[in-house]
């Protein structure tokens, strides 16, 4: 078995990862800003991806690096900068430091717009320090991750138990759930598929609507959504509202409209994985209703 160091492990993709890649039987070593409890195969290494010793003690004795953690949400650019590239710039020398030649990179879609969102632009720039790295890299660019555990999604689905969805002005996107996601890392940091980068989806050729995904949560919800298609103008006057009364914990964010309102989030058909090493194994309105039910256990729903 393998011993995997892991960053964002506490996080939404990073702790469904940990499960799986533990399950397995693989050692996982997890970075942690916050002591965790005690679990069987699994060392927490206590700092953050600005901690050089720390990242240096992560990475000792692996057999491969998954880099999961990044900066969805910031207020401003240098806060995206820090996260998704001065933090990709340490792990990628932690790695380099330790002897560790395996790395998978967990970016985004957007970096291949990175003109269009400063969330994007970061992306970009950390894909790109970990492609002049001399690593065994592979970048993993999913679309928009949903599955229980996720907040990021909450309020489309609590939108949709009121009947009612918000939607950009048009265009398409593809989804992945977390599990197949996190399936997807393990496979790749096992079997060392390299300088590539690979875009993942649920399966779906051209994706999704947004009027389709979003009546999909509403049958996940049980409720026949009406769907509002806003103009752009719109959502951002509603980010400027959000950042007014949430301040730092806006969800929606001027540069979360800059690419919510792109036409195509749709993955590159031709990057998915070969089908020997990974293919989704949840259709997206199970895994939908899933997460509904993991959202009212949890009393959010």
């Not at 207020?75 to 790695?95: H, L, Q, S, Y």
């Not at 998978?104 to 790109?128: C, F, I, Q, T």
């Not at 690593?135 to 999913?142: A, E, F, K, N, S």
Request: contains cysteine.
């Amino acid at each position: 078995m393998s011993t995997l160091a892991i960053t964002g492990g506490t996080g939404f993709v990073g702790s469904r990862l940990i499960a799986i890649a533990t399950e397995a039987g693989h050692h996982v070593r997890a970075l942690t800003r916050r002591e965790q409890a005690g679990r069987a195969n699994i060392a927490w290494v206590r700092g953050d991806l600005h901690a050089p010793e720390a990242l240096a003690e992560l990475c000792r004795g692996a057999d491969a690096v998954i880099h999961v953690a990044g900066v969805v949400n910031a207020p401003d650019r240098e806060g995206f900068a820090r996260g998704n590239i001065e933090g990709a710039r340490n792990i990628v020398a932690a790695a380099e430091g330790a002897g560790v030649r395996r790395f998978v990179h967990v970016s985004s879609l957007a970096a291949r717009e990175p003109g269009m969102s400063a969330y994007g632009w970061s992306k970009a720039e950390g894909d790109a320090l970990v492609m002049a790295s001399g690593l065994d890299w592979t970048i993993v660019r999913p679309p928009a991750i949903y599955g229980p555990g996720d907040m990021e999604m909450l309020e489309l689905f609590r939108l949709a138990k009121r009947g009612l969805a918000l939607l950009p002005p048009g265009g398409r996107l593809s989804v992945l759930e977390v599990g197949d996601l996190a399936r997807l890392l393990l496979a790749l940091a096992l079997t060392g598929a390299r300088r590539q980068i690979l875009d993942a989806d649920d399966g779906v050729e051209g994706g999704w609507s947004h009027k389709e995904f979003a009546r999909a949560i509403g049958t996940a919800v049980g409720k026949r959504v009406a769907t509002i298609a806003l103009p752009r103008m719109l959502l951002m006057a509603g980010a400027q509202l959000d950042r007014l009364v949430r301040g730092p914990g806006a969800k929606l964010t001027p540069d979360r409209v800059a690419y919510f309102c792109h036409e195509d989030w749709v993955i590159d058909a031709a990057k998915r994985p070969p089908a020997n090493l990974w293919t989704p194994q949840v259709e997206t309105p199970a895994g939908l209703a899933a997460t509904a039910v993991w959202y009212r256990q949890q009393g959010l729903l």
